[in-house]
Nanobody
């Protein structure tokens, strides 16, 4: 059974930074593409970024140039470094395989709130 544990969220002022972590267990982490997703109140979950098994990366236009996704296969962990945060980045952030398989379990997420 795959388990995903996200951490690192919090309250930050506009322009600030946060680093999210997601530790994965119960699967062959290194072979999978991994992604970060987010869900703002009242909105659908949306794609943020993903990283391939060879560490190529891709980002949603809304975060390009501000967020950086990375992975440590030995630690089975994927990271999201977020810079120049904006109020519209406020959401619960989740990680999962990319693309997330239909019916795949999700972790509890980590809340990011950008507010002055």
């Amino acid at each position: 059974q795959v388990q995903l544990v996200e951490s690192g969220g919090g309250l930050v002022q506009p322009g600030g930074s946060l680093r999210l972590s997601c530790t994965v267990s119960g699967t062959l982490f290194s072979i999978y593409y991994m992604g970060w997703y987010r869900q703002a109140p009242g909105k659908e979950r949306e794609y943020v970024a993903h990283i391939t098994s060879t560490k190529s990366t891709n980002y949603a236009d809304s975060v390009k140039g501000r967020f950086t996704i990375s992975r440590d296969n030995a630690k089975k962990t994927v990271y999201l470094q977020m810079e120049s945060l904006k109020p519209e980045d406020t959401a619960v952030y989740y990680c999962n395989r990319h693309p997330a398989p239909i019916g795949a379990p999700w972790g509890q997420g980590t809340q990011v709130t950008v507010s002055s």
